[in-house]
């Protein structure tokens, strides 16, 4: 889409520099214009690199939130189950120190192998996790913990006991208890940030993306399958809604991208 | 610029692909077929098996408000094209496509009103503006509400009717959720009250975020209220789904709303709500 757009802009002003200035005032105001415009697209990512961050965010070697915690948190303590119906295994919460200091991590966690993923529901959270989430939210209140909040999820589980369990709902609160919380919230976006499911642990004081992931209202899939009619046009849907962290941080919605290491070394966890 | 537009794509009354479709005025329940007079003169609601027709904006506020007493707020919003987004057509035509068949500026009206004596400011979503979607001008409507509410320390009743958030700003409808939910709370933390009532369909973005957080949640009966609709439901987990999947009956079973109240009721019990959170002021 860059592509045409860039192309137009081009055109668009090849024509008006050709014109002769009778108006010269307004034209060169216009062309400016156009010019910044054309600045600004070339500066973009294109649409190879968007889909590229699409796939990397989705690598199944990238660093999970448990990598993380191995590496840097000390004492760490994961806390189980929402008090209610069960635990989630596909959302972990728990106390740690970081760099001398206990605070309380919340994060999506995807599983490596068949078994693992299966275990873990492929990252995407029930109801039960969010409610874990909150109760570990309302601990780090109380203590006056700090939160760091991994992201990386798919989307919310899509099925009958989810929702029967108030997916909606959960979502809902997470945001409302999030918003409440006095102490310091910090959310990055490692992996995936896949539409509610993301935002119930996202709404933060300061939110950081990682160079490749991506952060989206609806999945690429889900939004083809949408506006296309055809989840294969995943990679157009992609490049349409910019779920990437260079458009994100353009559009104000995160406050910094992390860099990543080179992928061939980023992708041994 | 001269753009092919193409405006073959998409018709609004286009049949589905598994035949066509029933008539607006058709009840899919039951079958029965009626004029326009007749169905406005049963609120939109199947005299025969009480099938609930969706209503649209402007018709609910006649509905619930008493007479003239409703002045909207805020009408002169529009969106704009943050992400220059463009899937089979442009999201501005998209816009100003939705803005010619409702007649309205966006997916959601707000105002003052008052409801059976009882003042509150409302904030009623469309369907028919692109399926009722919430993007950064809902967001902002629905916030603005919530702050003439607690300015003017009445109630919020809010109607819903939505398939969530907005595709076509991106990530910035995604942003809408967290803004609804801290409006909400900004609403709750000056002791204000959210009625929410829930009509077919609340689902998704909406369902996730400000529509959950009401003090007093009200469904219309048949209502979907999920947060993943059945057809990706059954798609993705190839699970049997439920005769009563994601319906206001379903959820109310499961203790996800407090009530479920038939659209001829919805006026008397947002008035005795009112009644009750004035706390005989």
């Known amino acids: 889409m860059a592509g045409e757009a860039e192309l137009r802009l081009r055109e668009q002003l090849s024509r008006l520099r050709s014109l002769p200035l009778l108006r010269g005032a307004k034209l060169s105001g216009e062309l400016e214009r156009l010019q910044k415009q054309l600045d600004r697209i070339v500066a973009e990512p294109s649409d190879e690199e968007i889909w590229r961050s699409v796939e990397l965010a989705r690598h199944t070697d990238r660093p999970y939130t448990l990598d993380y915690v191995d590496r840097l948190l000390e004492d760490w303590f994961e806390l189980h189950g929402d008090r209610h119906h069960g635990d989630d295994a596909a959302l972990v919460a728990g106390i740690g ?6 605070i309380v991590l919340l994060g999506n966690q995807k599983g490596r192998d068949v078994k693992e993923r299966t275990r873990r529901n492929f990252g995407m959270a ?3 996790g969010y409610g874990k989430a909150m109760r570990a939210m309302e601990l780090a209140d109380r203590h006056r913990f700090p939160v760091l909040s991994l992201v990386d999820i798919p989307g919310a ?17 997470s945001q409302a208890l999030l918003s409440r919380l006095r102490v310091p919230v910090v959310t990055c976006v490692i992996g995936e940030g896949g539409s509610g499911g993301a935002i119930a642990t996202a709404l933060a004081d300061r939110v ?3 160079e490749n992931a991506i952060y989206t209202v609806i999945s ?17 849907a992609a490049a349409a809604f910019k779920p990437d962290a260079a458009h994100c941080l353009e559009l104000g919605v995160i406050d910094a991208i992390v860099p990543e290491p080179e992928a061939r070394r980023a992708y041994r966890p | 610029m001269s753009e092919r537009i193409d405006v073959s794509i998409e018709h609004k009354h286009a049949p589905s692909d598994d035949g066509a479709r029933p008539h607006p005025n058709t009840c899919p329940s039951c079958g029965s077929h009626y004029r326009d007079d007749e169905l406005a003169e049963h609120l939109n609601v199947c005299p025969h098996c ?9 018709e609910r506020i006649l509905q619930l408000t008493d007479e003239d007493s409703f002045v909207e707020e805020a009408a002169e919003l529009r969106s704009d094209d943050p992400l220059g987004f463009f899937d089979l057509r442009p999201y ?6 939705a803005e010619l068949s409702t007649g309205l500026g966006e997916a959601m009206v707000i105002g003052r009103a008052a409801i059976e004596d009882e003042p509150c400011q409302l904030a009623v ?6 399926g009722g979607s919430m993007g950064r001008v809902v967001g902002e409507k629905f916030a603005r509400a919530c702050e003439g509410a607690a300015e003017r320390g009445v109630p919020l009743v809010s109607v819903t009717t939505t398939g969530g958030a907005r595709m076509q700003e991106g990530i910035l409808s995604l942003m809408q959720l967290p803004r609804t939910v801290c409006a909400v709370e900004d609403l709750h933390d000056s002791g204000g009250t959210l009625i929410s009532v829930m009509a077919h369909p609340t689902t998704a973005g909406v369902l996730a975020s400000f529509a959950s957080l009401g003090d007093v949640i009200v469904a219309e009966p048949g209502a979907l209220l999920s947060f993943t609709g059945p057809r990706v439901v059954q798609q993705t987990t190839r699970e049997k789904l439920p005769e009563d999947f994601g319906l206001a009956e379903a959820n109310y079973r499961h203790g996800h709303v407090d009530s479920i109240v038939p659209r001829p009721e919805l006026r008397p019990t947002l008035g005795r709500l009112l009644r009750l959170f004035a706390n005989g002021r």
């Not at chain 1, 589980?157 to 959960?170: C, I, K, N, R, S």
């Not at chain 2, 979503?125 to 692109?130: L, W």
């Open chain 1, 97 to 102: 120190r970081f760099r001398g200091r206990t």
């Open chain 2, 50 to 58: 009480g099938h609930h027709f969706p209503v649209h904006a402007r």
């Open chain 1, 220 to 236: 690429p899939e889900g939004c083809a399958a949408i506006l296309w009619r055809d989840a294969g046009e995943a990679r157009k």
């Open chain 2, 92 to 97: 501005t035509e998209r816009l100003a496509e």
């Open chain 2, 125 to 130: 979503m469309e369907f028919g503006f692109m």
């Open chain 1, 126 to 128: 029930y109801p039960e």
């Open chain 1, 208 to 210: 950081l993306m990682q």
């Open chain 1, 157 to 173: 589980y899509p099925g009958v006991t989810a929702e029967q369990h108030g997916q909606g709902g959960a979502i809902a609160r």
